[in-house]
């Protein structure tokens, strides 16, 4: 008779077991984050995220080719790592390829060290931003 407790001990266990397996199978997909809804129409949210990157790399460069190196990686990181669903195109001084004015690096320069244009195109918009950046320290 113990034998036969045991071996139903056992076979309840299996398949408990696999009952909790199945339920937490089935409710792991509410624990994951859904960005999609909020990113649908929100590039403008996208578009001063990626302003504020721009400000913040000639912000902390040391000097003009410092800034210039850092705004290449992140042009490079923009154009591979772009949400799923956008395109990002930037035009940096109305040309495709980054570059600065290294003459107006200087503080107290009247001129900005660089145009930027961005235009992200969404699944249902298109946004663009036109900024100017101007080396203050």
């Not at 999609?36 to 080719?65: A, H, K, W, Y």
Request: hydrophobic share 40%; aromatic share 10%; proline share 3%.
């Amino acid at each position: 008779m113990n034998r036969k407790k045991a071996q139903m001990f056992l076979v309840t266990i299996v398949f408990l077991s696999g009952v909790i397996f199945a339920v937490q199978g089935f409710l792991v997909q509410y624990m994951t984050m859904d960005l999609s809804e909020p990113m649908q129409s929100n590039d403008v949210f996208i578009l001063n995220n990626i302003r504020d990157m721009f400000n913040e790399t000639i912000r902390t460069g040391t000097d003009c080719d410092d800034a210039l190196l850092n705004i290449n990686l992140l042009h490079e990181f923009l154009i591979t790592r772009m949400l799923k669903g956008y395109t990002v195109e930037l035009k940096y001084n109305k040309e495709n390829e980054p570059n600065l004015v290294c003459a107006n690096w200087a503080p107290g320069a009247t001129d900005p060290v660089l145009t930027l244009t961005i235009h992200i195109s969404g699944t249902n918009t298109e946004t663009t931003g036109m900024y100017e950046y101007f080396r203050n320290t």
